[in-house]
């Protein structure tokens, strides 16, 4: 008897499919119904068909060094690539000063560090006017699922998705993918990166990371129809 998941899963993929807002959390999966097999089954479970057993093994021993050390090996149809040749754009923005002709009755939303969470921004509560879109360069829209990271403050290392086009302040970071990264992938690595990220952090007050660091990154990237 198989120590199945799959039925499980299948309903955590469905509720994905209705629920496009919202990332799985640890409890969903926690919750998975799970089919075991009796005790007296001991060691008899968890077993693989053998083509499956063939599959994955053929998938285990085609790897290749990844030249990162705390990642490790990385399939062979992988590539490691600077984070830059995977981006058509990185940028940031800018606040303009606190003027009503900036920000009275605008109509075009400025997202801040605080409205990221780990998921898609749904609200940006902020806007600004095209007069304050026109007057200051470092302000650009930047487009729907483009990937975001707080650079510093309380929340650096805080990510989201564009769920619309907005215009950000100075300490966020963001990227539009090219057709070589699907964002999801780029959103989910940056996630898994975090805690490294962070050690590359610099200032004595508050921690930092800048543009340069986020674009020195080399992000393990498998092809596009794999991610």
């Not at 990332?23 to 008899?44: D, E």
């Not at 285990?60 to 040749?85: F, Q």
């Not at 966020?172 to 699907?182: A, E, F, I, R, T």
């Amino acid at each position: 008897r198989d120590c199945l998941l799959s039925r499980g899963l299948g309903d955590v993929y469905k509720r994905q499919q209705k629920s496009a807002t919202k990332f799985h959390s640890r409890a969903t999966f926690t919750n998975i119904p799970r089919q075991c097999p009796p005790r007296s089954s001991s060691g008899k479970f968890c077993k693989l068909s053998p083509n499956l057993k063939a599959q994955s093994k053929g998938f285990l021993n085609n790897m290749k060094p990844s030249g990162i050390e705390w990642i490790g090996d990385i399939p062979d149809d992988w590539e490691v690539r600077k984070i830059t040749t995977l981006l058509d754009n990185i940028g940031s923005g800018t606040t303009p000063p606190n003027n009503t002709d900036f920000y009275e009755n605008g109509i075009i939303p400025w997202l801040n560090t605080g409205d990221l969470t780990d998921n898609y921004v749904d609200l940006i509560e902020n806007k600004i006017t095209e007069y304050a879109l026109n007057q200051y360069s470092a302000l650009k829209i930047f487009p729907k699922d483009s990937v975001v990271i707080a650079m510093y403050g309380a929340t650096i290392g805080k990510l989201g998705i564009l769920r619309e086009s907005a215009s950000t302040n100075q300490a966020c970071c963001v990227m539009q993918c090219n057709d070589n990264l699907y964002f999801k992938f780029l959103f989910y690595s940056l996630y898994g990166y975090r805690e490294y990220i962070l050690t590359l952090s610099y200032g004595s007050g508050q921690p930092n990371i800048s543009q340069k660091i986020i674009k020195d990154l080399r992000l393990p990237t498998p092809p596009l129809k794999t991610q």
